[in-house]
């Protein structure tokens, strides 16, 4: 089956800028079937996140992402030459696949053992990014269907230019400007006392239980309805498996950006820490709060 695969992706790329001219730029896509005769359909997409929808799917999909050129982080000098991070989150009878020097890596399918919930991340070396979606044979699946939800942002200007490993990147406590920046630009940030670090094998994470005492900032997203965790006693924050995240004591002011509808860790000082930075900051993005 990967033989195919592979041959229709090839036999694609002859017949591709036949089709780029007749698909119009979108955040989100919904659709059903396939390609003609079975074939290849392009989906081309130019926004931070979104979703694609695909209903009785047959043949296959290749999905080209590329970050919004008016997004305010990629109007920033030089900040777009680095491409973008992007996680996606897959479910259906479908095998997804990356495209990338002429290859195709294997992202996603329902038997790799991972659970569908889980983030599936990878970076674009240029501003774009394309993945190869192959609807499964299966005559059972044929009234299924797929879903992908991806987000995108900006490879980090800091661990690019260092070559920090991703895994060291997101683990590492945030320097005094990053916390200013984190503050002012994360979706959620909340004073709170962590009563619980709960292990998540399935999906390779962590979660903080946050007992949360006071809202300092927080942003509702269209896509997530009227929701905020002022009403809420506690919340869930995932941070990854790698970082190792111990239950302290304390007060801490939690940062934290939505990503495919769950709350990730950006930054996590204690409250004391923050509230010093806060007083010695000179400037900052936005009016600080502690």
Request: include cysteine; aromatic fraction near 8%; glycine fraction near 8%.
């Amino acid at each position: 089956m990967l033989h195919k695969t592979v041959t229709t992706f090839v036999l694609f790329f002859t017949l591709v800028s036949a089709y780029e001219h007749t698909t119009a730029d979108q955040c989100d896509w919904s659709g059903s079937g396939g390609g003609e005769h079975g074939g290849v359909r392009p989906v081309y997409l130019r926004c931070a996140r979104g979703t694609v929808l695909w209903r009785y799917p047959r043949g296959a999909l290749r999905v080209v992402l590329s970050f919004p050129a008016s997004s305010s982080e990629n109007s920033i000098p030089g900040r777009s030459n680095l491409g973008f991070r992007a996680c996606v989150k897959i479910s259906g009878p479908v095998r997804v696949f990356l495209e990338g020097n002429g290859k195709l890596r294997p992202l996603y399918s329902p038997s790799d053992g991972k659970h569908e919930l889980s983030h599936r991340c990878f970076h674009s070396r240029k501003l774009i990014a394309a993945l190869y979606m192959e609807a499964e044979d299966d005559y059972s699946y044929k009234r299924e269907k797929v879903r992908l939800q991806y987000d995108l942002e900006p490879n980090s200007l800091k661990g690019g230019a260092l070559h920090i490993p991703e895994e060291e990147e997101e683990c590492r406590p945030c320097s005094m400007e990053e916390l200013a920046k984190a503050y002012c630009q994360s979706d959620l940030v909340a004073r709170g006392t962590v009563s619980a670090v709960q292990q998540r094998f399935d999906l390779e994470a962590e979660e903080l239980v946050l007992r949360v005492t006071k809202i300092l900032r927080q942003v509702v997203q269209e896509t997530e309805g009227n929701e905020t965790v002022s009403a809420k006693k506690s919340v869930r924050v995932r941070v990854p498996a790698a970082c190792d995240a111990r239950h302290g004591l304390g007060e801490f002011v939690i940062m934290a950006k939505r990503r495919l509808g769950d709350l990730i860790l950006v930054c996590a000082p204690r409250l004391e820490a923050w509230a010093n930075a806060v007083r010695e900051m000179d400037t900052a993005p936005c009016v600080l709060n502690s």
